[in-house]
């Protein structure tokens, strides 16, 4: 499984980013993906996900209200939209995958991930 983000970027407190991730090798075992923030001295920390099989979707209480998931029609790039983004949202925003029979929130559980995306807001 390779996964490819992109959309990151610098902007302004009010603002809006649309992050996308790029996934190929997919199977039926890689049925959840998801977003995870990182910022210096911190761990991974989940900012939304998606099972893939049930359609449950969780998204943090940072950004709950602000972020929106999508995937196109043939689920192979899943997006984050980010709107009135705040400067506590800058970080280093990967993008994760993995097989599960439930909607898995922690980094370590994840054994897929992509190289990330910086989003800087000031």
């Known amino acids: 499984v390779q996964l490819v983000e992109s959309g990151g970027g610098s902007v302004q407190a009010g603002g809006s980013l649309r992050l996308s991730c790029a996934a190929s090798g997919y199977t039926y075992t890689t049925n959840c993906i998801g977003w995870f923030r990182q910022v210096t001295g911190k761990e991974r920390e989940v900012v939304a996900s998606i099972h893939g099989t049930t359609g449950k979707t969780y998204y943090a209480d940072s950004v709950r209200g602000r972020a929106t998931l999508s995937q196109d029609d043939a689920r192979t790039t899943l997006y984050l939209q980010m709107n009135s983004l705040k400067p506590e949202d800058t970080g280093m925003y990967y993008c994760?995958?993995?097989?599960?029979?439930?909607?898995?929130?922690?980094?370590?559980?994840?054994?897929?991930w992509g190289r990330g995306t910086q989003v800087t807001v000031s």
């Open positions: 994760a995958a993995g097989g599960f029979g439930y909607l898995a929130l922690t980094a370590s559980a994840y054994p897929y």
